[in-house]
């Protein structure tokens, strides 16, 4: 049981902080993703109405 | 009422906010690909954001806060599997590096490609119905979650998740995919923070100490050790893996994700990144759950596990998790939470009923008219079509959601729910896609034999979860080998000919 217990505790410590720190990520680079996505959508639009 | 007029400006804040920028979705949408699939523009930061957010709903925090609580951090278990065959999925390419090769919409799209338009619509259906019904509970046990929180009258339930259903279903109908990506990506940043914040309340007012002693003494070794733990066990383990297979390769709403993403490079980066977050996705809201039993455990055992006790009041086990943090969370503070937790909802809904819609709209309806000898309708009408068909979701699952209590534990109901079409779905396209004698009959006998392998053990004999889903894909891997043994069908083509088809 103290081995399942270790184990728990070090895959909850390192599932929060893989977590914690791609939220962190995606929220600085995601921002950015998204710029590029709405722009070449608008280009797609204006090739096809083109 | 728990609600303090700052929670309210916050959460209307939100709403008013999402809103308005899941309108603004809809300039962007031009036509059928840019409505369902984004125009396929999805980066690998805004792939994470939008697959992340799609899979972590109120629905997930409660599901997984109800299996912390009754069977403690054996349930971890279930966390661990489905992030690491997601990282694995992401690190292979299994399925989803040749789906997006083939630029589909749907899943059933795949199976027009590889066998035949009638199974595409059998597909169609049944994934439709098990995705719907699989859907069905999400509106009733996230209104429990809100009423609880924010001390909303009960009678007001059905108002309130009319509402934010209409929301949800205004912004998608409009803008689709584009929409949804755009909502996905403010809702992913407000849940996590949410999350973050949950654990650490929960943490805080439990005590990790007691955490660990409580499940100590309430559960013995069954409650860290899933092998003897009687709900899990080896059985409840593989079938776990198996699922989770079908779930990262094959489920509607991931898939479209996938097939969303600018190349099948990026969709595998996505998915291997995605995979690390569902380790927490899964793992934080168990520890809430855990917590809850430390903090409210304390009333009459129930099959072994004390029942929660608010105010005098015995609660079912899957509302403690809302009823500790109504308790421990401050103004201001619950206000954040709850409006993280309706971005979980919201991107959840809006993705799920974006889903499900487009298969019925592009695999049922669209093949049925061509059929029947139809020609192929425009882009601008098959974008009505879908309007229509997420018009009709939202409507079943406002009576099915409001009539419908599933028994048991709401994850296993949602396990066997989606293994109606996944167990079918997925041991086809892996035929599909590597083995070369796998033919249309033995296509039609997976889908069949795979659905009534779910149906029939669960809803009419009773059996358990993880025998039921065994049986069901079983029976679908059975049926494929058998049925394209001896059936005469057309033979699959490879993916590279059905690519450049």
């Known amino acids: 049981m103290q081995l399942w217990q270790l184990f728990w505790t070090v895959s909850l410590v390192a599932a929060g902080a893989s977590f914690a720190f791609i939220t962190l990520v995606v929220m600085i680079r995601g921002a950015r993703d998204l710029r590029e996505m709405i722009r070449d959508l608008g280009r797609q639009r204006e090739e096809d109405s083109g | 009422m728990n609600f303090a007029a700052v929670d309210w400006i916050i959460i209307v804040g939100y709403l008013a906010v999402s809103l308005a920028i899941g309108i603004l979705g809809k300039r962007y949408v031009g036509n059928v690909a840019h409505f369902l699939v984004a125009g396929r523009e999805l980066g690998l930061y805004i792939g994470i954001a939008t697959l992340a957010a799609t899979e972590i709903g109120t629905i997930t925090y409660m599901y997984n806060g109800e299996l912390g609580y009754k069977y403690g951090f054996a349930s971890f278990a279930a966390a661990l599997i489905s992030g690491i065959v997601m990282i694995v999925v992401g690190r292979t390419g299994f399925i989803i590096g040749r789906f997006r090769e083939l630029k589909l919409m749907t899943v059933p799209e795949y199976f027009e490609v590889k066998y035949s338009r009638g199974l595409r619509i059998v597909t169609g259906l049944l994934v439709a119905l098990g995705g719907i019904l699989n859907m069905g509970v999400f509106l009733k046990v996230e209104g429990e979650f809100l009423t609880i929180v924010s001390g909303i009258d009960g009678r007001y339930l059905v108002a309130v998740m009319t509402v934010i259903l209409l929301l949800e279903l205004t912004y998608t109908v409009l803008g689709g995919m584009v929409s949804v990506v755009i909502t996905d990506f403010i809702q992913y940043v407000l849940l996590s923070i949410a999350t973050i914040l949950v654990s650490i309340y929960a943490v805080y007012h439990a005590g990790w100490g007691q ?129 993280g937790m309706l971005a979980a909802t919201m991107s959840v809904n809006s993705s799920y009923l974006l889903g499900w819609s487009a298969v019925i709209s592009q695999d049922v309806i669209l093949p049925i008219r061509q059929a029947f000898g139809r020609g192929p309708l425009s882009s601008g009408k098959q974008i009505f079509v879908n309007r229509l068909a997420n018009l009709f979701v939202s409507l079943f699952l406002m009576f099915w959601g409001l009539y419908y209590t599933p028994p048991g534990a709401v994850y296993l109901y949602l396990n066997i729910t989606g293994t109606i079409f996944l167990a ?44 039921t889903g065994f049986a069901a894909f079983g029976l679908a891997a059975g049926g494929l080998i058998i049925g394209s043994l001896v059936g005469r069908s057309r033979a699959v083509q490879s993916p590279e000919t059905a690519a450049a088809d």
């Open chain 2, 424 to 467: 079918g779905a997925f041991v086809c396209v892996v035929g599909g896609l590597y083995w070369r004698r796998a033919n249309t009959t033995g296509g039609y006998f997976a889908m069949v034999l795979g659905a009534a392998g779910a149906v029939i053990p669960y809803f009419f004999l009773g059996w358990g979860e993880n025998v």
């Open chain 2, 211 to 339: 955490i660990v002693a409580k499940v100590t003494t309430t559960m013995g070794e069954a409650g860290f050790n899933p092998v003897v733990n009687p709900k899990f066990g080896l059985t409840f383990l593989l079938w776990q893996v198996l699922l989770w297979f079908a779930v990262h390769t094959c489920w509607q709403t991931t898939a479209m994700r996938v097939f969303s993403t600018k190349s099948p490079e990026t969709s595998k980066r996505v998915m291997t990144w995605t995979g690390f977050i569902f380790l927490g996705r899964g793992m934080l809201p168990m520890l809430w759950g855990i917590a809850a039993l430390t903090l409210l455990g304390s009333g009459a055992l129930n099959g072994g596990i004390p029942q929660p006790v608010v105010n005098g009041q015995t609660l079912a086990p899957i509302d403690a998790m809302p009823a500790m943090l109504a308790q421990i969370l401050g103004p201001g503070v619950r206000g954040i939470v709850v409006a």
